[in-house]
Each structure stands twice: as structure tokens, then as C-alpha cells.
T-cell receptor, first 116, second 110 residues
């Protein structure tokens, strides 16, 4: 399995500011994913981050609002820019199985974001 | 567009009873996941089902996949309180991108 550390675990932010969320994995992985879980809702994929290339965003999500970095095979960041109360959600990173079995996807502990 | 629908969305049951959560999806996929989420926590991987007819069991939980019917089930046997959580199914629509169902909030009462 993969051990995924996310920071911060939670934060309360003011409208108009930005927050960068970090995701650190204990093994090298090719693909990392960022998901959003709005209050009481299911999870929605924001983007896929592969090392060495630009992140690929899903419909409804744009790079200006959610810039992503992937500097190496064990680390990624997601920034939530110019925040509004509608951005209040849990943000989770996810990685493929480091063993390359393509059988499991693992999730980080999540970042609970509240925007005032 | 791939859609994933779970039912029921809310389930309250008594300890010792059996029940099934259903997960229907709209387009072909050969990989389906079940996750558990406790309040305020992240997702715990329960099962990954990779082929038609796949069945996996862990303790009181058993998951199955029928790719022809585009249906997966999560069966709970002799429920215990510790199984209270929200259960999500998720379908891989390519390159390990997941589309999640709405989740089933399961409450097991003594």
C-alpha cells in the first residue's frame, strides 16, 4: 500500500485568499489525482497530475483556479486560488498502487477547507 | 458521460441483519471500487473488482460485479455497529480516473 500525507489537515481561510495543499507519498508513483468532496456530497475529480507534464483538468475545473504542481514522483501540490465560500470542501489527493498492479487507488487523509 | 448511481442513499438497519447496497453505472468499465468513509475521515479501500463475475469477501462484507448488467453489489452479512459508515462505489472510466456514486450512509443500530 501507499502512505499518503496531506497538509494541512484543515484550514479556515478568508475570501479572496489562496491556499496550497501538499500531498507527499512514501513511494514513487506516476499518477496522482486531486478530488474535491463538497459538504455531504460525493467525490469529484479535479485533475490528474503526472510528473513532467501539465496537469489535466476535468470539466468544470480550470488551471487558473486550481493550479497544480508535480515536481517529482512523490509530491504534488494543489492551490485553491481566490477562494470563495463555495470552495469550502474536503480536498483529497489519490495515488495509484506503487506496485503498479493497477488494482488499487489510495487516498490521503484529506484537507478540510472552510472559507469565510 | 459516465454516471454512477447507488441505492439506497440512506440505510438504517439493526445488528444481525443482512442487507445489500447496489451500484449501477451507465457505460462499460472493467474496474469498480468500493470504499468506506467514516465521518471526518478519508476513504478506506475495501475492494477492487476487475472482471465480470468477480466476487470478493472481507469479513462481513462481500462485493460482486456483473459487467453485463453494469451492476455491483455490496452485501453485508449479520451487520455489527462497527460497520456504520458511508460506502461509496466508484467506476474507473479510464486511466484510473474514478467517477463516484453518491454514497450510501449506513447506520447500524444495536
Amino acid at each position: 500500500s501507499a502512505v499518503i500525507s496531506q497538509k494541512p489537515s484543515r484550514d479556515i481561510c478568508q475570501r479572496g485568499t489562496s491556499l496550497t495543499i501538499q500531498c507527499q507519498v512514501d513511494s514513487q508513483v506516476t499518477m496522482m489525482f486531486w478530488y474535491r468532496q463538497q459538504p455531504g456530497q460525493s467525490l469529484t475529480l479535479i485533475a490528474t497530475a503526472n510528473q513532467g507534464s501539465e496537469a489535466t483538468y476535468e470539466s468544470g475545473f480550470v488551471i487558473d483556479k486550481f493550479p497544480i504542481s508535480r515536481p517529482n514522483l512523490t509530491f504534488s501540490t494543489l492551490t485553491v486560488s481566490n477562494m470563495s465560500p463555495e470552495d469550502s470542501s474536503i480536498y483529497l489527493c489519490s495515488v495509484e498502487d506503487p506496485k503498479g498492479t493497477n488494482e488499487k487507488l489510495f487516498f490521503g487523509s484529506g484537507t478540510q477547507l472552510s472559507v469565510l | 458521460e459516465l454516471k454512477v448511481e447507488q441505492n439506497p442513499l440512506f440505510l438504517s438497519m439493526q445488528e444481525g441483519k443482512n442487507y445489500t447496497i447496489y451500484c449501477n453505472y451507465s457505460t462499460t468499465s472493467d474496474r469498480l471500487y468500493w470504499y468506506r468513509q467514516d465521518p471526518g475521515k478519508s476513504l478506506e479501500s475495501l475492494f477492487v473488482l476487475l472482471s465480470n463475475g468477480a466476487v470478493k469477501q472481507e469479513g462481513r462484507l462481500m462485493a460482486s460485479l456483473d459487467t453485463k448488467a453494469r451492476l455491483s453489489t455490496l452485501h453485508i452479512t449479520a451487520a455489527v455497529h462497527d460497520l456504520s459508515a458511508t460506502y461509496f462505489c466508484a467506476v474507473d472510466w479510464g486511466a484510473q480516473k474514478l467517477v463516484f456514486g453518491q454514497g450510501t450512509r449506513l447506520t447500524i443500530n444495536p
